[in-house]
């Protein structure tokens, strides 16, 4: 029997794994006619094509090929932005960036921001208090990074909806196969007005400095090279994607997890040790990001296939990092597992995600916080918790959960 790949069936947003699962025992590396792609259902091959010289990750044309023909003018403007991102560049001109851009992402760096993530969620969780029952997604685990990364851009506290607007629109973008005409009519509008608002904060700040991360990023100089004005403006774009989108996604997927696995919450509080490793099983669990795309570029052969220059290649993190024979029992979650930390929801190669350490840091500490501010937070059967509707994503747009025993 032939497998048939629909990655947008409802009962594949609801839980991609069995897909992945009867992907992965008889067909791993899957050519799609559906997609006109390959897709990567093991840790083996999708470790290697995230490494791999032939496969690149300069890839927008993949991101054209899922664009509606009738919008691909439109889209135009919004494609000369995300060429700039240092996500679609690769070689010298990608190392360069990465090393300016990831001055302000070093792990003394993220300590210094440590008293930010835990202002920001004592602020949200203190807002929640007196509540009986609340959505840990809509009202803690999107607005934590929303005002996290607005924090770090220099962003006002009233313009911060629209950050989370912003993100949600490139998200749906970027995460969708094939490309709605609405996400191609949105995007445009956003990255615009995003720029906009950004080039203001930017001029602010170049006249008034006040040694944070912006500024660092403005100024960053890497062996004698400063970054182009419009750069931060930009990637910018990148990086309120990559550190929203994904972390509200690793809360609120932590929250869930931990609320139908009390053993495990209840090794958390009495060993605050075990919180590190416990980040690493939420991601590897319920990856954020489930699918993630490249561009072949020479030959290459994997999983005894071939794949040919110009091919697109889909890399399944979800299906990757619930593969046998790298986790043992690999739908048990276990905060204790033992090489938790070899998932791929971070990517690889030299394009490991460039905000992986402040990632964690604000899993831990969002996670960690709001149990101890709900000593008896319960999930809210009255209300349906919903997933995103997304295809390379993973993560709850509302979760209900109860603060009170009955």
């Known amino acids: 029997m032939t ?101 302000g992402f070093t792990e003394s760096a993220i300590g210094k921001l440590t008293p930010v993530l835990e202002k920001v969620a004592s602020e949200l969780l203190g807002n929640l208090r007196t509540r009986a029952s609340f959505d840990a997604a809509s009202e803690f685990a999107i607005p934590f990074p929303v005002t996290v990364i607005g924090d770090m851009f220099g962003v ?64 960053a100089e890497e062996n004698g090279q400063v970054l182009e004005t419009a750069d931060p403006f930009a990637n910018f774009s990148l990086l309120l994607l990559a550190g929203n989108e994904t972390t509200r996604n690793l809360i609120g997927n932590g ?64 299906a990757a990092n619930h593969d046998p024979e790298v986790f043992p029992e690999p739908e048990k979650f276990d905060i204790r597992r033992n090489n938790a930390d070899d998932h791929l929801a971070f990517g690889g190669g030299a394009h490991f995600c460039l905000g992986h350490v402040l990632a964690h840091a604000e899993g831990r500490i969002a996670l960690k916080r709001v149990f101890e501010a709900f000593p008896d937070l319960r999930p809210d059967f009255t209300r349906p918790a919903q997933v995103l509707p997304v295809t390379r994503l993973f993560g709850f747009t509302h979760l209900p959960v109860s603060t009170v025993v009955g």
Not at 197 to 207: N, P
């Open 255 to 318: 929250i869930h997890l931990l609320l139908k696995h009390p053993e495990s919450l209840n090794a958390l509080r009495q060993d605050s040790s075990l919180w590190e490793n416990a980040v690493d099983e939420i991601l590897r669990y319920r990856s954020p990001i489930q699918i993630i795309s490249r561009l072949v570029v020479e030959e290459v052969n994997l999983g005894g296939k071939t794949q040919r220059p110009g091919q697109q290649l889909f890399c399944v993190l979800g």
């Open 3 to 103: 497998l048939e790949l629909d990655l947008n069936a409802p009962e594949f947003h609801a839980n991609p794994f069995e897909t992945y699962r009867r992907f992965r025992e008889a067909d791993p590396v899957h050519w799609s006619e559906r997609y006109h792609s390959w897709f990567l259902f093991r840790h083996d091959e999708v470790n290697s094509a995230l490494r791999h010289p032939a496969i690149s990750e300069k890839r927008l044309e993949t991101f054209r090929r899922l664009t509606p023909p009738d919008r691909a003018a439109a889209v135009a403007p919004a494609f000369a932005t995300l060429e700039r991102w240092i996500l679609f560049q690769s070689g010298p001109e990608h190392r360069q960036r990465r090393q300016l851009f990831g001055h």
């Open 156 to 219: 006002l506290p009233e313009d911060r909806l629209r950050v989370e607007h912003w993100s949600d629109d490139i998200a749906y973008f970027l995460t969708s196969i094939p490309i709605p005409a609405d996400a191609c009519d949105r995007i445009g509008p956003t990255l615009a007005d995003l720029n906009s608002t950004m080039e203001k904060v930017v001029a602010a700040r170049r006249a008034s400095p006040r040694g944070e991360f912006l500024d660092e990023l403005i100024h």
